[in-house]
């Protein structure tokens, strides 16, 4: 799976990488039958209409799989334009964005234009809130997403904005906001725009302007076509996968929640917002006489709007879920799966599966030694992967860990030490399997402490 990344965290070679395929594709072509797509169909719904946010997804896929011929490791970057607001940020650098200018004739004058702006986080703040696609994304389109276009000026603020390359990574960041959307909103449908009365063709299974064989419904799960962005953490940021500790909330301004068990047992979430703040989750969720043991693990589910759902054992093993819905909540996944007297040591790890729809799989040893799967899919379930992979006498101590392969087809490996100090590993490939990989090294006699 492709990982979109906010420009500033790629790499010099991903930088020049994807600098190479923009100007293959322009050589080839591609550029200008986008833009020409692009002009052509302005005033149709690609904007000012529900299909504005699928059409320009389907958009960018495509461009993105030109790119790719070029080099198969190629995805778009995005512009977080309430980020980098000026022209001396690295966006413009000639080693990136700024040789285009003259290279391609784009005439940019950043912030001429009267009136120009970007947007502010505010706005985002704001429109992340909003409760229906029609609210969220008429908004999203106007003032956000057209004020870039504006502030750039030349190409960028005309029909055939696709000239320009900043075009992709500003539209990648317009699909971000969408996708996070989708995430904090899930129940919330897809619907056609309810203002100007009588505007057909732009419902949910109508074809996209230029690709008919394709509808809104083809692109609503973005994962589905192959990507994720780097906010949603799943396998290179681990907050996600079980880092214990600590959630980076935005890499671009270095900001990042930590969490950690006092020594009196109260779990501390020490955060930074201009400045270190102190509070107290399981004590906001009205819960102020629970004490914990051990670390926690969290799951960031939404960087944007800075959602995290925190796992750790009480001193009397319950296994505890302390999550920010409008408000810090706890509760007990185990006991919500139905196994109430079951009771956990050390500290448990957690796999996210999918931030946008809020799945996870948290990983955690038994006080009788038992490795413990506790998953949600329409409700909490509990099962134990080493017993199903054929090893049920087999007990573990400590705290696993656990390696997300591959968070669209669920698969992941977990590692985990046995009593007698074997490091195992238990994955799942088309049914969960176990073996020992020092043993597999060549180590069958070595034997292991600690944490993993």
Same mark, same amino acid.
């Given at each position: 799976?492709?990982?979109?990344?906010?420009?500033?965290?790629?790499?010099?070679?991903?930088?020049?990488?994807?600098?190479?395929?923009?100007?293959?594709?322009?050589?080839?072509?591609?550029?200008?039958?986008?833009?020409?797509?692009?002009?052509?169909?302005?005033?149709?719904?690609?904007?000012?209409?529900?299909?504005?946010?699928?059409?320009?997804?389907?958009?960018?896929?495509?461009?993105?799989?030109?790119?790719?011929?070029?080099?198969?490791?190629?995805?778009?970057?995005?512009?977080?334009?309430?980020?980098?607001?000026?022209?001396?940020?690295?966006?413009?650098?000639?080693?990136?964005?700024?040789?285009?200018?003259?290279?391609?004739?784009?005439?940019?004058?950043?912030?001429?234009?009267?009136?120009?702006?970007?947007?502010?986080?505010?706005?985002?703040?704001?429109?992340?809130?909003?409760?229906?696609?029609?609210?969220?994304?008429?908004?999203?389109?106007?003032?956000?997403?057209?004020?870039?276009?504006?502030?750039?000026?030349?190409?960028?603020?005309?029909?055939?904005?696709?000239?320009?390359?900043?075009?992709?990574?500003?539209?990648?960041?317009?699909?971000?906001?969408?996708?996070?959307?989708?995430?904090?909103?899930?129940?919330?449908?897809?619907?056609?725009?309810?203002?100007?009365?009588?505007?057909?063709?732009?419902?949910?299974?109508?074809?996209?302007?230029?690709?008919?064989?394709?509808?809104?419904?083809?692109?609503?799960?973005?994962?589905?076509?192959?990507?994720?962005?780097?906010?949603?953490?799943?396998?290179?940021?681990?907050?996600?996968?079980?880092?214990?500790?600590?959630?980076?909330?935005?890499?671009? &301004?270095?900001?990042? #929640? @930590? %969490?950690? =068990?006092? $020594?009196?047992? !109260?779990? +501390?979430?020490?955060?930074?917002? *201009?400045? /270190?703040?102190?509070?107290?989750?399981?004590?906001?969720?009205?819960?102020?006489?629970?004490?914990?043991?051990?670390?926690?693990?969290?799951?960031?589910?939404?960087?944007?709007?800075?959602?995290?759902?925190?796992?750790?054992?009480?001193?009397?093993?319950?296994?505890?879920?302390?999550?920010?819905?409008?408000?810090?909540?706890?509760?007990?996944?185990?006991?919500?799966?139905?196994?109430?007297?079951?009771?956990?040591?050390?500290?448990?790890?957690?796999?996210?599966?999918?931030?946008? &729809?809020?799945?996870? #799989? @948290? %990983?955690? =040893?038994? $006080?009788?030694? !038992?490795? +413990?799967?506790?998953?949600?899919? *329409?409700? /909490?379930?509990?099962?134990?992967?080493?017993?199903?992979?054929?090893?049920?006498?087999?007990?573990?101590?400590?705290?696993?860990?656990?390696?997300?392969?591959?968070?669209?087809?669920?698969?992941?490996?977990?590692?985990?030490?046995?009593?007698?100090?074997?490091?195992?590993?238990?994955?799942?490939?088309?049914?969960?399997?176990?073996?020992?990989?020092?043993?597999?090294?060549?180590?069958?006699?070595?034997?292991?402490?600690?944490?993993?």
């Amino acid at each position: 799976m492709g990982v979109r990344k906010n420009y500033r965290n790629l790499t010099d070679v991903e930088r020049d990488r994807f600098v190479q395929a923009l100007f293959h594709v322009k050589s080839t072509g591609v550029v200008d039958q986008f833009a020409e797509i692009h002009e052509r169909h302005f005033f149709h719904t690609i904007h000012r209409s529900s299909h504005f946010l699928p059409w320009h997804r389907e958009m960018l896929l495509r461009f993105e799989r030109e790119l790719q011929k070029f080099h198969p490791d190629v995805t778009i970057p995005y512009w977080d334009s309430t980020v980098d607001r000026s022209p001396s940020d690295p966006l413009w650098n000639n080693n990136f964005l700024g040789q285009f200018n003259s290279a391609w004739d784009l005439r940019r004058a950043f912030g001429a234009a009267p009136g120009s702006s970007l947007p502010t986080p505010q706005q985002v703040e704001t429109n992340q809130g909003r409760g229906t696609y029609d609210a969220f994304s008429r908004e999203l389109e106007n003032p956000i997403h057209n004020r870039p276009h504006t502030w750039v000026g030349g190409v960028m603020n005309d029909f055939a904005s696709p000239g320009d390359p900043v075009f992709y990574l500003h539209h990648c960041w317009i699909d971000l906001l969408w996708a996070q959307w989708q995430l904090a909103h899930p129940g919330a449908p897809f619907v056609p725009w309810s203002n100007p009365p009588g505007l057909a063709g732009v419902g949910l299974n109508d074809p996209l302007t230029e690709w008919p064989d394709r509808t809104p419904a083809n692109v609503l799960d973005h994962h589905a076509l192959g990507y994720r962005y780097d906010t949603e953490m799943p396998a290179e940021m681990p907050a996600s996968i079980g880092n214990r500790r600590v959630f980076g909330r935005d890499l671009a &301004r270095n900001t990042k #929640s @930590i %969490y950690a =068990v006092t $020594t009196e047992g !109260r779990l +501390a979430q020490v955060y930074d917002a *201009e400045g /270190w703040h102190l509070d107290f989750p399981a004590e906001a969720a009205d819960s102020a006489s629970l004490r914990f043991q051990c670390t926690p693990a969290v799951f960031g589910r939404d960087l944007a709007l800075n959602l995290k759902s925190i796992y750790v054992a009480t001193t009397e093993g319950r296994l505890a879920q302390v999550y920010d819905a409008a408000g810090w909540h706890l509760d007990f996944p185990a006991e919500a799966a139905g196994s109430p007297s079951l009771r956990f040591q050390g500290s448990p790890a957690v796999f996210g599966r999918d931030p946008v &729809r809020n799945t996870k #799989s @948290i %990983y955690a =040893v038994t $006080t009788d030694g !038992r490795l +413990a799967q506790i998953y949600d899919a *329409e409700g /909490w379930h509990l099962d134990f992967p080493a017993e199903a992979a054929g090893s049920p006498s087999l007990r573990f101590q400590g705290s696993p860990a656990v390696f997300g392969r591959d968070p669209v087809r669920n698969t992941k490996s977990i590692y985990a030490m046995t009593n007698d100090g074997r490091l195992a590993q238990i994955y799942d490939a088309e049914g969960w399997h176990l073996d020992f990989p020092a043993a597999a090294a060549g180590q069958a006699d070595l034997r292991f402490q600690g944490r993993i």
